[in-house]
């Protein structure tokens, strides 16, 4: 389970929690120019945009859970079960396997215009890595600046839509978040009037009473509305780093805290990591559940024309800083 | 409004977040063991336990929202408007004011039993530090790892209460909570089975849907279930980094996120700082809304015996981590 | 459990729902003006203010569920398990059983301020009917036209509330409910506009959605809330059918459905009756969960005068009007 | 905005609150076998089965709210206010309009089997009955006692769902209520048990708390599921009036009272009538808004193989049966 977000303010930004209760061998790879791509049944491309992100990297190919290229476009897939369909042979144009499709449309795809051109001419077919590799069942959210689109493999085909909300999370299919979302209207973040009924007097008894009925669970459906809650009240300087506190804010109020959510196995269902990409810029900010601390990767700060792929590990624990002493006697502060 | 919770996992933690729409001069102070601590009431202290936490510090005054002393008490204040009540002048043994009860209790108390024998005999009056600095309402919970205590200065006196629960937010008085907490006892972090109705046939379509009805707004009611139902579900490795790891995970769950709850005067209410106490080892871990990276201070590694306040600066921005090039051509991850 | 609400439209209505998991043995019962009434403690009445409500009857004594005088001063006793408290011998100047109350206080009072006068210096003792009669835990709401009070008896004696909602259910005692109100007040029975997020573009797809957070199960906070709302919002003719109408209408909203509630033995808990009493005119309108159509008996058309109790049966299934042939041809309707 | 539903218990039931703000002329209306049916495109009906149903007649035509007829197949509109879409022309075998569907479908249908065959066949076009009568838009339950089916005509054409949970309400379509059902399996008419984390101790304070969570506004999308848990859980005695007396409870707990309700224009939206099929007999049961009492119109009564419409007004008031003095002296009850 996961939830991807795109956040605006002065400069735009794109990002997710990943939910899972297990590690995918994660790192954060840049995928430069000229590292060659390849697909199943598509031509290889030599030579496109580079991109950042974090993937697993299977036999030199990055299995990226999203990305975002240097002209600014990100792509994130999202857990679908059950929802999730790929044909084992498809009928458009295209034909890209799911792990394909984000390094597939990040290296050749400047905006989300011209994503949905390719997307609407693709099917996402069965195919797996390996043998041995199973296929994630998954859904896509793709965003730059000027908007977001959500893309669903599912019986019917590859469904395109309009995210007027700039958050996805997992299941149902996205038309239902979009309806559902509806019932939240009368929420606010301001401080409530009594509406209750006339000749009543109430009044709230602390802060933040206009939202009393936004959902606090981890469900898929409770996490969308509650992201767009808090995205589209959120206030932030206009400054680089206040926007990134500000966008992890956002993500750690839908974050899945271990043991708040345990699978039918009973495994514990924890938000892995959290990161967060200024598309402009192309630096990939991120946090691991073990470590609150804001690590950045700068795909410009590496040689882009490159054709190796870059790894950065993970940090395993808190990197807490532990303060000197810096004080004395206080006279009078 | 703020969230207080304990958390026990192998040590024993306390902390809280601080909820507020404008920063109070907040440092982290130690106050040694000599340090002379004077009250308007009842006779100074030249020597007591030593005691760490975040304060206002006001001509020479340690001024805790929250502190955890030598012995492993913790005890903070809580935002309580409308319902704190200082009698200007008490009927009880002991006279301490809202701002003097935390150094009050924490330098001769060492656990909650002795609080509590302290506090029954106590009244909270209405003196202000000075003219031009009004009282704060407020109530208060205590902790060691043998339990949490409420205390409740309203017009019937100074009330106290057990708090099976471990968690303290803000309004109503602490009886309304418990009884509330009642309303969610059907929830549950394991994956749910249909109970709806005999006959229907109806399946969860993500994670952690037993827990759909949890309240997500930042009211203070809803922050109690919240961290109520984080922390009791909780699961960490019984380890100092995993435990401070998890106790702030816990904290971002209901943290304020700037935009979410505004003020009846539009000002934008947040978790300024969010801090978790060991309170075995008297370590104090802080972050700041503008740093997610955590901050500690070791009271021991200080002179306890010093005469002298001792304080820490809370960091302003993000302390980011840059990482460096470290990857290479991965031939075959 | 139950639910006992007023309705103040042009004439002043008291009644309620009572709902349990059994009968017992009730019918609708005048006690005349002359009926000797008798107390453990407390001097017989052998003359007092007529009343009517339902009531079973043992030993020739009316043992009310509620009723209302002839002075138009409402009570009703409700479910109040773990927090009723009867002491077994009182400290104040009256000692009245739990099921003498009602008959007690509508014997003598005209008005709830009479009433409260009584009610202050009265405790409620735990003496049975009789040794196989085991006593009730009640808490109670009185009403006339200028307001409702509510009376609990718990440890710390008999605690009386003003009630501004009018409205009593059950569990927890009645400060917990006005509080309780305050995080609905932010719904509203009008069409809802947008408040979730300034640039958010949200319709609400249907009616009602104004009131989306509105507790709907059987929970007595719940049924408080619920019939709150309905109640407040409520619009009728000022005309004693439609006002009669309407109260049932509301009570109706409230009511537990079989199997929708069933009790820790699997027993189901229903709506056995509703009541609603004028006040003024003294008539008592009623319906039974097996009939619909409401039944009337007036206190009035009786001998007010007389010294013997009158009973009323229940009816015992739907008395449902068959319509014969009416219709024909429509040539053009 | 309205609610249908289907009921089983030994006989099977078919029903449906009709809300709105304002009366359609409606009456109890039996059309007999050899009423001459027509049809704006298809082949008129000289002979069919019969039905009955709530109607307004218009130019002789029984334009139904909702029907069954003699074979025990009902069929309801309700509302669909945005996303009902009537094409002009249709492109499929048969063409229908929105008013017309009820009598064609249950003229030749006796069976949602056989109803299947037509529907999927069929486009419901947008012909007005008149210049002046506008079009309602509408979407379709229809049930025997073998299942139920929805219909709605949206843009892509009319869909038909298996309805297995036997209730429709109204916006959104119906998948969305299909999923929107998911996220409430965690609730239980059962008394609960404290699920909320180990290491708690919490206990009901009342009945029904399984089921906090329940939705208890009027909105379509809560009263679908508010609906579906009183059916799914309901019991009642296995003959005619404790069924009938049942189905209306349930319709009663989702029914909307005067007030509670406001349009757009400040309209109060309200149940104006409830009715109840029996599928085999054809009793047609009712009550409105301002009659409690259930009436009742025998399909079999009347002359099945007529030629001519039957008509049954509705009650404009309160039927109260006034309850004569019957009891007397209670020596010992």
């Known amino acids: 389970m996961c939830t991807c977000i ?26 430069p120019r000229n590292y060659p791509l390849t697909f199943k049944k598509e031509a290889a491309m030599d030579c496109h ?28 897939g999202l857990n679908f079960p059950g929802n999730a369909f790929y044909p084992l042979e498809g009928k458009k144009k295209y034909q890209v396997t799911p792990y394909e499709v984000i390094p597939w449309i990040l290296g050749c795809c400047a905006t989300v215009r011209e994503a949905r051109m390719y997307l609407e001419q693709a099917d996402l077919v069965g195919i797996p890595f390996a ?8 859904h896509f959210m793709l965003a730059d600046k000027t908007g977001a689109l959500v893309a669903e493999p599912v019986e019917e085909g590859l469904k395109l839509y309009e995210n007027p909300f700039g958050v ?22 301001k401080a409530p009037e009594n509406r209750f009924g006339e000749g009543t007097d109430m009044k709230p008894f602390g802060q933040g009473m206009g939202a009393v009925g936004l959902p606090g669970d981890a469900s898929p459906a409770s996490r969308f509305v509650r992201a767009a809650f808090v995205k589209w009240n959120s206030r932030a300087r206009r400054e680089e780093k206040a926007n990134v506190s500000q966008f992890f804010h956002i993500l750690d109020s839908v974050a899945m805290v271990r043991g708040m959510v345990l699978t039918e196995e009973g495994r514990e269902d924890i938000t892995t990591y959290s990161c967060c990409v200024n598309a402009r810029t192309g630096v990939y900010y991120f946090k691991t559940y073990d470590n609150h601390r804001i690590q950045a990767v700068d795909m410009r ?5 490159g ?27």
Chains 1, 2, 3, 4 share one sequence.
């Open 6 to 31: 795109t956040y605006e303010n002065g400069d735009f930004y794109f990002g997710r929690n990943l939910d899972l209760e297990y590690s995918f061998g994660e790192r954060v790879v840049i995928t």
């Open 307 to 333: 054709s190796g792929l870059l790894a950065y590990e993970l940090p395993l624990e808190e990197d807490i800083q532990y303060r000197l002493k810096q004080g004395g006697r206080t006279e009078d502060a």
């Open 49 to 76: 945009y580079s991109m950042i992100g974090m993937a697993s990297v299977m036999g030199g190919y990055p299995m990226y859970a999203e990305a975002v290229n240097e002209k600014g476009l990100g792509m994130a």
């Open 131 to 138: 043998a041995d590799v199973p296929l994630a069942p998954l």
């Open 301 to 305: 700060a590496e040689d882009m024309d």
């Open 168 to 189: 996805l999370t997992n299941n149902p299919p996205f038309p239902f978040h979009l309806m559902n979302m509806q019932q939240y209207l009368n929420l606010t973040a």
